[in-house]
């Protein structure tokens, strides 16, 4: 018998051999339905290989990340197969899972694949997938698999066959395919309801240009037909809401080639979003005890040798300009001079927590094929806070950090959103991290203590932390459903002993203090390409760049409608008079699609009662009211940050 852990802590005992289904069986039959994959002792497995030892188990399920990868692998290998059946004689390099579906690289032998081949594609692999054709494990000798691929005359098998160890090596079989895999799949194709490839596109072997030109075909495919049209809908949402066209359409940013690229250029209507994001930090910053600071744009090498980012992050980094026969460096992180602030005065544990806040402009080098509107850019401005404090302090610190962000969730309307917790993995420490393994252990235990006592989302990635701490990256998903990375916190015991950093500890000895990077709301560039998305374009009315138009009905309006502009614009109001000589119906068509929240319809009869027509952006007439009424309503919406009806 074999003791089987399950994720609440339930300890079940099995035969030897038993396989993840037949335990999902065992706990009910629609369980047993709709597993794809088994995490056993943190690996994950095909749910239908024997288990054979005492093992932690946690069946996985469509909605798990882990379900879906292998979901989407078993879909490549689904791919092939019908690609294989419809054109005999091709070869296959490799065909992973990907953020959205899968892709396969292909030797066609000089076939062009049309968008009408992809459609028969998808009806044969929708075919084969009725099949139920069940993915079969055998682990092979290195010689039979060479064997098995030669007698087939794919070299690019045979290449990734030179570097696998033997012993090591398991073909998979479905129908009439067989790939040299590693795993894990689904227990049979029959879970693969819905099919769709998505694009072609050329791909260099091994991606290099040298090498010959293979095909890529990409796709994606789902359990219903269902989740594919929600997600074929999404995208063609998330074409409406892309922040690069928005963002023009709007007047936000703008690229000039003469400027460069990966620098964008903030429009006076981008500029307004920037202060009010830069307003709400600081309100939120200050409150919780940060001060601000200010810091050049760029450094000395020494700085950054002392900080390690030269040699180590030199690569992302603007090459030195030299003046006066030193070197000098674009700054590309805001820690190294909020190091120096910390050192330049002598502290004590009396000064800590001791918190640095800077909306800080950094440089980093991105290869310009890596620029992408503004969510890759080369010039970036960072919600930056460094928090100097002892290990003691260490739990009240981070608590109030993540309690920020889910505070910054609320007010931008963020549901849906998950810390990636990334550990160490103590095998590799003094290798792939600092060698502090008290230090790890305390501060891991209580950043998970604090996401678990706060209810927070999170999983926990073993084995990815930065080399000097536990690190946690913020994914949160716009309102279609588009997944984001918005910043990264990092707990570091490097960086202050790097820099000598130490405050006078309770004892009078010397200590080095721990630090907190965070950026809750990421960088301007990212994050406003996010909210563009986020709101399709339709800004709160408190982050509007223009939150109120008036519309006189007729010239005779208009002088009414310029003193209430006046008395809008005391209020700190952002307002403008529309004085074109239009129709009524075209100033507010034009007024909706520029996506300002208020519209104040002005005509004879609101000039005589001194009130003024109510417009809502998308949700049309909302009455007459007294202009100072409007303008109290307005005013608590701005301060109270009020999200979108
Ligand atoms: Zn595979
Ligand atoms: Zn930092």
């Given amino acids: 018998m ?21 335990i999902a069986r065992s706990i009910s039959e629609g369980l047993a339905k709709k597993v794809l994959a088994a995490n056993v002792n943190g690996q994950v497995w095909d749910a239908t290989r024997p ?18 990868s292998t979901f989407w692998h078993s879909s490549a290998h689904l791919l092939a197969e019908a690609v294989e059946a419809l054109y005999p004689g091709v070869k296959f390099w490799v065909g992973p899972p990907v953020d959205n579906g899968f892709y396969y690289d292909m030797d066609l032998g000089g076939r062009q694949v049309t968008e009408d081949d992809l459609r028969k594609l998808e009806v044969k692999m929708a075919e084969l997938a009725r099949g139920n054709e069940t993915f079969r494990r055998k682990q092979i000798s290195k010689a ?17 066959l030179e570097n696998l160890q033997d012993g090591n090596i398991t073909f998979y079989t479905q129908g009439n395919f067989t790939d040299l895999c590693r795993g894990p799949h689904i227990p049979h194709t029959g879970f693969i309801k819905a099919v769709r490839l998505t694009n072609i596109a050329g791909a260099y072997w091994k991606g290099d240009e040298k090498n010959k030109q293979l095909t890529r075909i990409y796709g994606v495919t789902f359990p219903s037909q269902k989740e594919l049209d929600e997600y074929l809908a999404m995208l063609e949402e998330a074409k409406k809401r892309d922040h690069r066209k928005l963002g023009k359409e709007l007047g936000i940013f703008t690229f000039d080639d003469q400027v460069g690229p990966g620098l964008p250029l903030w429009m006076p209507n981008g500029a307004v979003i920037i202060e009010q994001l830069e307003t709400l930090a600081k309100e939120t910053e200050g409150r919780a005890g940060y001060k601000r600071v200010v810091t050049p744009n760029i450094a000395k090498e020494s700085l950054y040798i002392t900080s390690g980012h030269v040699p180590y992050y030199q690569d992302s980094m603007y090459p030195p300009m030299e003046l006066e026969g030193e070197k000098y460096y674009l700054k590309a992180m805001n820690c190294p001079h909020h190091h120096k602030i910390f050192a330049a005065e002598q502290r004590s544990y009396k000064d800590l927590p001791y918190r640095l806040a800077e909306y800080g402009t950094c440089y980093r080098y991105e290869q310009s094929g890596e620029l992408f509107g503004l ?16 290990k003691e302090q260490f739990y009240d610190e981070f608590k109030a950090v993540n309690e920020m962000y889910l505070k910054y969730f609320r007010i931008f ?4 959103y998950v810390m990636r917790f990334s550990t160490h993995d103590p095998a590799r420490l003094g290798k792939k991290y600092i060698d502090e393994p008290g230090l790890w252990k305390e501060t891991e235990d209580l950043v998970r203590d604090v996401l678990i006592r706060t209810g927070t989302p999170y999983v926990e990635v073993p084995d990815e932390a930065a080399f000097y701490g536990p690190k946690i990256d913020v994914q949160i998903w716009s309102a279609i459903g588009r997944e984001f990375t918005l910043a990264t916190n990092q707990v570091d015991f490097a960086q202050g002993r790097r820099f000598d950093l130490s405050f006078t500890n309770r004892d009078n000895h010397p200590e080095v203090p721990l630090i907190i990077h965070r950026a809750p709301l990421g960088t301007h560039e990212r994050f406003i390409g996010f909210l563009l998305e986020h709101y399709a374009g339709k800004f709160p009315v408190w982050l509007a760049p223009l939150q109120v138009k008036i519309l006189p009905i007729t010239d005779k309006s208009l002088e009414y409608a310029q003193s209430l502009s006046i008395l809008l614009k005391n209020a700190d109001i952002r307002v403008e008079v529309d004085d074109r000589s239009e129709k009524i119906g075209k100033k507010i068509r034009d007024t909706e699609l520029a996506r300002v929240p208020y519209m104040l319809v002005v005509g004879e009869k609101e000039m005589e009662g001194q009130k003024v027509a109510v417009r809502r952006q998308g949700l049309g007439d909302q009455g007459v009211k007294r202009i100072e009424e409007f303008i109290a309503d307005i005013r608590k919406e701005i301060t109270e940050r009020t999200p979108n009806p």
């Avoid at 288990?51 to 879906?68: M, S, V």
């Avoid at 969510?375 to 002892?390: E, S």
């Fill in 51 to 68: 288990i054979t030892g005492d093992a932690t188990l946690k069946l996985l399920t469509w909605t798990d990340p882990d379900a879906q």
């Fill in 413 to 416: 309307g963020i549901d849906k």
């Fill in 2 to 22: 074999i003791k089987i852990t399950f994720p609440d802590g339930a300890v079940r005992e099995y035969a030897s051999g038993t396989t993840a289904i037949e």
């Fill in 144 to 160: 039979d698999a060479i064997s098995y691929f030669t007698g087939k005359g794919d070299e690019y098998k045979l290449d990734l």
């Fill in 375 to 390: 969510m890759r850019v080369r010039c970036l401005h960072m919600n930056d806070a460094h928090i100097y404090c002892t």
